[in-house]
């Protein structure tokens, strides 16, 4: 297992990057959220998603699903430092925790007459988006799914006269009957 | 205050204050008022069982709070005014927060209407200090107060300690609300691990057993588990027989005195405890953490050894370096699953090979790393603090230093032979930090001797606090190593910049004995070799705070020394080094390093 950087070694190791999505389970109180994201800024660690909302109104839980990359080293320290602030109830990686489903919901605009609007429909009929707003000159579609189709729906738009997206980042919960 | 009918007592939250603190055993606090928390002082005007101690800046408060915790094992605390009064202790709250000292800092905040509007000394507290605190809570309402202190002495406290702060708005102070006393439930969220897993115990002890060059390397952990964790550990380590050597912040669980003793490790560590540690095949690490200043370069730590690590935060576990058997749990509780693990394994270990390797480290001490050129016209620092020590190791001495060479050679000439004796800034390594931290010793311990081991540059940091020394009566020693430079900036300069003394040298220092007769404490000057060990007794029994100018030599370097970019085993020694040695010791790539 590589070394990370140290004030001694200059040279940052070759290693292979993992992306892994990991559920917390907070207190919903304020600042709550600083914590997580202030974490992550002040120790250099990624975040590609975030995704939060209080999920247990009476326990006054939220659950934050952050999806993350980093060296298999770096990634546990995500969860040791993550699981060592005081309002955090559980950290699970659902990366190594077996199934997991990963949904993301993505509103996309885009703008076009003629044979490219006909087109847009036709591939949101495919990928099941369904169009929540339009005009004569617009679309806003809603799409939801795994974050590679959200991506390849979106690069479809692009040429289509793809106008602005809007994300929501990944939900994600582990398969089967039992609780996190 | 008043009780109602249900029994619980409604008061306002000043006194709320006062209560909560009360019960969780407080004696002392640390602080300076200001207009924010004016509800609390004036509380604390109006009674008699809290003593409060008045610092001269808040950084010094946090210190004071933070030698008093060290030196008492209890929870440090401190108040404060909102604005500057919290920023000023932030630099104090790191500190506490990179060396896990327990503090619990109260601070006011502006009243609840008022907080986002850029009020009169309003400051946004707990973002502010939400990096350099354990946690941090900004109370508002008033029937939570109670609540939220006692979990804050708590959290201070339990796993791997550290800064807690609750930020309490004035109207909240002034407002009247129910106490609710100290509960014994468990927390919701937090609870640190106390056993270790015994399947990994099982492990490590086997580990131990089949060990040939084992050594225990250990940490400021041990001292944090109490003094119960550092008699275990000497029970350990006689058990087995093993080397141990100690950080920086761990120095006094593992007595110096005993021959299983190595020394401390690390950049000023000695020859042979960085040595046993680079060669030797099992290395037990209990409660320290693989800092930079320990492990030196990384991928040459300790190759081929097989490495177990106990500590209470997993997240310390394979931070830097990569360990075999992780051990998650209190050192108070695992040390002794260790000795029962060993004493119900009572295993036959390969004694040939032992004596080999004590055969190893005895020709690593037969270098003498700390030996120095003694000089007859000039008092050398090492010596200055061989005298201090030889001429207070049969009192009650406690040491607090500032941070730099002088911190090292007190680290290195000075022994400890018991947990708690010794304060220093390690982690955070804070300028200043020794005479506040003095105050706060000297506080919980009046009768003892409390000897600041300074610098003259890093003791104007906070020289200030001398006032408080002499407020209360604490006659405090401030010992200063005078080489008229900031040191250790002066000697990276000589091994990295060509010699080029940028800004490091100390120019129109006060004479320190006026300044100690102008806060109406003594000073005494030593300016040669001869006339040192008279001064240091003087010293000793002056009954009042004293600034001591100890004149030493100008140019002594602090050695032996792991040059940045460097190995254990590639240590520079300090008896016989050239100018082209300290030309040549630090690569350029080692340069850009800290």
């Not at chain 2, 950084?59 to 009064?85: C, D, F, I, N």
């Not at chain 2, 001398?466 to 250790?488: R, W």
Request: include cysteine.
């Amino acid at each position: 297992m590589g070394q990370p950087g140290s004030a001694y070694s200059l040279e940052k190791p070759e290693q292979s990057l993992e992306t892994h999505t990991i559920s917390v389970l907070v207190d919903n109180e304020p600042g709550v959220l600083a914590r997580v994201i202030g974490l992550f800024s002040g120790r250099g660690y990624n975040i590609e998603s975030l995704t939060v909302s209080e999920t247990e109104h009476e326990a006054h839980l939220s659950r934050i699903t952050i999806v993350t990359t980093g060296t298999p080293m770096v990634i546990e320290q995500i969860k040791n430092q993550l699981d060592r602030l005081v309002p955090i109830h559980s950290v699970t990686d659902l990366t190594v925790c077996g199934e997991t489903i990963e949904r993301e919901l993505a509103l996309v605009k885009v703008a076009g007459v003629g044979e490219k609007r006909v087109e847009a429909l036709r591939l949101a009929e495919a990928f099941r988006a369904t169009a929540i707003d339009a005009s004569l000159e617009h679309f806003v579609f809603q799409i939801t799914g795994r974050q590679s189709k959200i991506e390849q729906f979106v690069a479809l738009m692009q040429p289509l006269g793809l106008v602005e997206v809007c994300r929501t980042g990944v939900a994600a919960i582990a398969r089967g009957a039992e609780r996190m | 205050m008043s009780a109602t009918e249900n029994g619980s007592v409604k008061m306002t939250g000043a006194q709320i204050v006062l209560q909560a603190l009360a019960d969780q055993g407080v004696d002392h606090i640390f602080g300076y008022p200001g207009g924010a928390v004016l509800p609390i002082y004036d509380e604390l005007f109006q009674q008699d069982r809290l003593q409060h101690v008045l610092v001269r800046h808040e950084q010094g408060a946090v210190h004071a709070a933070e030698g008093y915790a060290r030196s008492t094992g209890k929870v440090g605390v401190v108040l404060v005014t909102s604005g500057p009064g919290a920023t000023n202790a932030v630099t104090g709250l790191t500190d506490a927060l990179m060396d896990s000292i327990p503090v619990v800092c109260i601070t006011g905040q502006v009243p609840t209407h008022l907080i986002g509007n850029d009020a009169f000394q309003e400051c946004d507290t707990v973002g502010i200090t939400r990096p350099c605190t354990k946690h941090n809570y900004l109370v508002k309402d008033v029937d939570q107060l109670a609540e939220v202190l006692h979990e804050a002495f708590y959290v201070a406290r339990s796993g791997r300690p550290g800064p807690v702060v609750v930020d309490i708005p004035k109207d909240i102070q002034f407002m009247t609300g129910t106490y609710k006393g100290v509960s014994n439930s468990q927390h919701k969220s937090y609870v640190p691990p106390r056993q270790g897993d015994p399947a990994a115990i099982e492990a490590a002890v086997s580990a131990m057993a089949n060990a040939k060059r084992p050594i225990f390397y250990t940490g400021g952990g041990v001292i944090n588990a109490g003094p119960a964790a550092s008699e275990s550990l000497r029970e350990l380590v006689r058990m087995t027989g093993y080397p141990i050597t100690s950080t920086l912040m761990g120095l006094g669980s593992y007595p110096a005195s005993d021959k299983q003793w190595l020394g401390m490790l690390g950049m000023h560590g000695t020859f042979e405890a960085n040595n046993a540690m680079h060669d030797c095949d099992v290395m037990v690490c209990i409660g320290a953490r693989f800092d930079d200043r320990i492990t030196g370069r990384l991928d040459a730590f300790s190759p081929g050894s097989t490495k177990i690590h106990v500590d209470v935060d997993p997240s310390s576990i394979n931070k830097n370096v990569h360990v075999d058997i992780p051990i998650v749990g209190d050192c108070a509780y695992v040390i002794d699953q260790m000795i029962a693990a060993w004493k119900a394994q009572n295993p036959s270990v390969d004694k040939e090979a032992h004596a080999r390797w004590w055969e190893q480290i005895e020709t690593w001490r037969k270098r003498k790393c700390l030996h120095y050129r003694k000089k007859s016209d000039v008092i050398m620092p090492q010596y200055a603090i061989e005298r201090l020590f030889a001429l207070t190791r049969d009192r009650d001495t406690y040491i607090t230093t500032e941070v730099g060479q002088h911190q090292m050679w007190a680290a290195q000439y000075f022994h400890f032979d018991e947990p708690n004796r010794w304060m220093t800034s390690g982690g955070l390594g804070t300028m200043g930090y020794g005479i506040p931290a003095a105050v706060g010793v000297q506080m919980a311990h009046r009768d003892s001797l409390v000897v600041d081991i300074a610098g003259e540059a890093r003791v104007l940091m906070t020289m200030q606090e001398i006032s408080t020394a002499v407020q209360y009566d604490l006659p405090i020693k401030i010992f200063i190593l005078n080489n008229e430079y900031m040191g250790m900036v002066r000697q990276w300069q000589e091994l990295l910049h060509g010699g080029r003394y940028s800004h490091s040298y100390s120019e129109a220092l006060p004479d320190f004995v006026k300044l100690a007769e102008a806060y109406h404490a003594v000073g005494i000057r030593a300016e040669k070799p001869g006339e040192l060990d008279d001064a240091i007794l003087e010293m000793i029994k002056t009954p009042k705070p004293v600034i001591f100018d100890c004149r030493v030599d100008k140019h002594a370097n602090c050695f032996p020394m792991i040059p940045s970019g460097e190995a254990h085993n590639n240590m520079l020694m300090g008896d016989d080094l050239t100018e082209e040695d300290i030309e040549n010791a630090i690569s350029e790539e080692g340069k850009v390093m800290v």
